[in-house]
Structure formats: structure tokens, C-alpha cells
């Protein structure tokens, strides 16, 4: 009998002292809450479609390998994706043109930009591109395996001539352990 107590006394030391090392480990997680952002300058002069609109891409990347969280880009835990959104920084056009489309992130997800007057955005100067169908998860995946994300801005604007700063940001959460 004592010799079970002694080994159950044993286990349960062992049980608990790996537990406690992996808590001890899950303290020293840092989050750093960070922003991706790239800006696309657009001078669109001539329409590209018969209804006298004009499309255009514009490609970037976010690389975590640069930035805040560069000293721990082999030590990532976890990345959130708070917000994705689109600032109208500047614009010059006319009044009622609109600007639609969508963030391609790859792998067939996508982010849709509404249609949205661009007169009243630079007045206003965001639009936040919330979750769809799991596109958020996918670029959380994509960084957590590559450290980067490439991605194609494809937009309409319903008319030209238009002169216009855009920036796309990533808000992020990223988790990581230095341990």
C-alpha cells in the first residue's frame, strides 16, 4: 500500500510540475497589436469599359519578417485579424464617382469592396472591410506558415478622370513567445 501511495504521490508530481512549466511558458507570451499598411497612388485619365468606367489592380504584401514583430517572426503563436480597411487619403474627380471591387488575399479569398461614392469617403476617409466567409482565418493561416501575405487590390471607378491616394491597412494581433 505504501509503495502504491508513493507511486501515485509520484505521478501526481510529475502531472503537475508539467502543467505548471507549460503555464509558466504561456506567461511569457507577448501580443503586439500592429498595423500592415501599403499606399497605391491612381491617376486614372481614360475609361476602360463602355459604360465609361475604369479598372485598375494594385498588388501588395504584408511581411511580418519586417516591421513590429520581426524579432519574433520564428516565435509567432497566433495572429488575429482585427480590421482590414481601405483610407481614401486624397482624391480629386467628379463628385459622383464610385469606387467598388475587392482585396484579393489568394487561395479564392477575397475581401468586397462595396460601392461607395468617393467624394463622400474622402470626406469620411474609411471603409472597413469586415469578415467574409472565413477570408480572415485564411490570411491568419497564410501568415502564421509563409510570414507573408501577397495581395491584389481589383477596383472599378464608375468614372474618370480621377486622381487618387489609396491605402489598404491590416490591424493585427500577433502572439508570440520568446521562449
Known amino acids: 500500500m505504501k509503495k502504491q501511495f508513493s507511486y501515485l504521490l509520484a505521478m501526481a508530481t510529475v502531472?503537475?510540475?508539467?502543467?505548471?512549466?507549460?503555464?509558466?511558458?504561456?506567461?511569457?507570451?507577448?501580443?503586439?497589436?500592429?498595423?500592415?499598411?501599403?499606399?497605391?497612388?491612381?491617376?486614372?485619365?481614360?475609361?476602360?469599359?463602355?459604360?465609361g468606367s475604369a479598372l485598375?489592380?494594385?498588388?501588395?504584401?504584408?511581411?511580418?519578417?519586417?516591421?513590429?514583430?520581426?524579432?519574433?517572426?520564428?516565435?509567432?503563436k497566433d495572429v488575429q485579424v482585427k480590421k482590414v480597411r481601405l483610407d481614401l487619403l486624397n482624391y480629386t474627380g467628379p463628385a459622383d464617382a464610385e469606387i467598388s471591387g475587392s482585396i484579393d488575399v489568394g487561395g479564392g479569398y477575397a475581401l468586397n469592396i462595396p460601392p461607395t461614392n468617393l467624394q463622400s469617403l474622402f470626406g469620411l476617409g474609411t471603409i472597413d472591410l469586415s469578415e467574409q466567409a472565413g477570408t480572415f482565418n485564411y490570411i491568419k493561416d497564410e501568415l502564421l506558415e509563409q510570414k507573408e501575405l501577397n495581395y491584389t487590390v481589383n477596383g472599378v471607378v464608375s468614372k474618370v478622370p480621377v486622381d487618387m491616394q489609396i491605402r489598404v491597412v491590416y490591424e493585427l494581433t500577433v502572439t508570440a513567445n520568446p521562449l
Open 15 to 51: 502531472l503537475f510540475g508539467l502543467s505548471g512549466c507549460e503555464q509558466i511558458k504561456n506567461a511569457a507570451d507577448i501580443k503586439i497589436d500592429t498595423e500592415f499598411e501599403q499606399t497605391f497612388l491612381l491617376n486614372i485619365t481614360t475609361a476602360t469599359q463602355p459604360d
Open 56 to 76: 485598375f489592380t494594385e498588388a501588395g504584401m504584408i511581411d511580418l519578417t519586417d516591421g513590429d514583430v520581426a524579432d519574433y517572426v520564428d516565435k509567432l
